[in-house]
């Protein structure tokens, strides 16, 4: 059974910086993509970073870029989301999230990531 553990959050002060890890389990097949979610009290979940896993290649929100970095182990069953000046628009609960295929590693839109597997969340609060 697959399973999408994250730690790390925590309470800091603005300017800070946190690191993420989600912990992948119950499947040897490659992931298509790796993500970071966040969702704010009242408002929608967004897309932080994304990691393109065969290929490296990494996307982030606007609102992240120069100051997150989405990481994997070199076994690829570990992401993390390195947080630096960290401010207080980014408190959210933050999500790992997964497009995978547990039976191979094959994906007819490789190009897509469609997260079919979610971590419960840990939170991340930051204070002015």
């Known amino acids: 059974q697959v399973q999408l553990v994250e730690s790390g959050g925590a309470s800091v002060q603005a300017g800070g910086s946190l690191r993420l890890s989600c912990a992948a389990s119950g499947y040897t097949s490659s992931s298509n993509c790796m993500g970071w979610f966040r969702q704010a009290p009242g408002k929608e979940r967004e897309a932080v970073a994304t990691l393109y896993t065969a290929g490296g290649t990494t996307d982030y929100a606007d609102s992240v870029k120069g100051r997150f970095t989405i990481s994997q182990d070199n076994a690829k069953h570990t992401v993390f989301l390195q947080m630096n000046n960290l401010k207080p628009e980014d408190t959210a609960m933050y999500y790992c999230?997964?497009?995978?295929?547990?039976?191979?590693?094959?994906?007819?839109?490789?190009?897509?990531?469609?997260?079919?597997?979610w971590g419960q969340g840990t939170q991340v609060t930051v204070s002015s």
């Open positions: 999230a997964a497009d995978l295929n547990p039976a191979g590693s094959w994906y007819p839109n490789p190009d897509v990531c469609e997260y079919n597997y």
